[in-house]
T-cell receptor, first 111, second 112 residues
Framework: GDSVTQMEGPVTLSEEAFLTINCTYTATGYPSLFWYVQYPGEGLQLLLK?????DKGSNKGFEATYRKETTSFHLEKGSVQVSDSAVYFCALSETGNQFYFGTGTSLTVIP | DTAVSQTPKYLVTQMGNDKSIKCEQNLGHDTMYWYKQDSKKFLKIMFS???????INETVPNRFSPKSPDKAHLNLHINSLELGDSAVYFC???????????FGSGTRLTVV
């Protein structure tokens, strides 16, 4: 069945450091891939997405590239800010009836 | 504002009580969902409805019963609440595989 595996946290970085959060997936067909962000006390917000192989999703300085050959969708940001502290979820969907989420990676950015 | 709204935001109740959480979306999406998020932030799908029809019903105790009076509403009723039901419950909606979810802000349920 479909599944998503993302790196375990928590991750702690200094401001302006480079961020990578790894995400790999298992799917039977051609899924769409997503990154969601959850700030403390809030619901999940869509951060970026990619719907086919080699697509790059980007938003707010974050990027992720849909790599079919490595079944990966790693999240990157060149220079993190304190305001990026949140929990990040990788997710996939093949049908729209269900989205499969990773376990979440908590990021704390310290000044 | 276009959104997914769920009420209440906080719910504190005693074991054995029955409670409901309401969810409404004005985005015109056909599919709505309920997710449970535990204390470790793990998200587990509970139910999925497409145009008022139940699509996904995961292994959830039958004390949990979803109701969708129309495609813009998906309510969650919980009977005989237990301590283990304490969690944050998220409603979400989607217009298809390529579009992702729009989540509500969550209902933090605490059973004492």
């Amino acid at each position: 069945g479909d599944s998503v595996t993302q790196m375990e946290g928590p991750v702690t970085l200094s401001e302006e450091a480079f961020l990578t959060i790894n995400c790999t997936y298992t799917a039977t067909g051609y899924p769409s891939l997503f990154w969601y962000v959850q700030y403390p006390g809030e619901g999940l917000q869509l951060l970026l997405k990619a719907t086919k192989a080699d697509d790059k999703g980007s938003n707010k300085g974050f990027e992720a590239t849909y790599r079919k050959e490595t079944t990966s969708f790693h999240l990157e940001k060149g220079s993190v800010q304190v305001s990026d502290s949140a929990v990040y979820f990788c997710a996939l969907s093949e049908t729209g009836n269900q989205f499969y989420f990773g376990t979440g990676t908590s990021l704390t950015v310290i000044p | 504002d276009t959104a997914v709204s769920q009420t209440p935001k906080y719910l504190v109740t005693q074991m054995g009580n029955d409670k409901s959480i309401k969810c409404e979306q004005n985005l015109g999406h056909d599919t709505m969902y309920w997710y449970k998020q535990d204390s470790k932030k793990f998200l587990k799908i509970m139910f999925s409805y497409n145009n008022k029809e139940l699509i996904i019903n995961e292994t959830v105790p039958n004390r949990f019963s979803p109701k969708s009076p129309d495609k813009a509403h998906l309510n969650l009723h919980i009977n005989s609440l237990e301590l283990g039901d304490s969690a944050v419950y998220f409603c979400a909606s989607s217009q298809g595989q390529d579009y992702g979810y729009t989540f509500g802000s969550g209902t933090r349920l605490t059973v004492v």
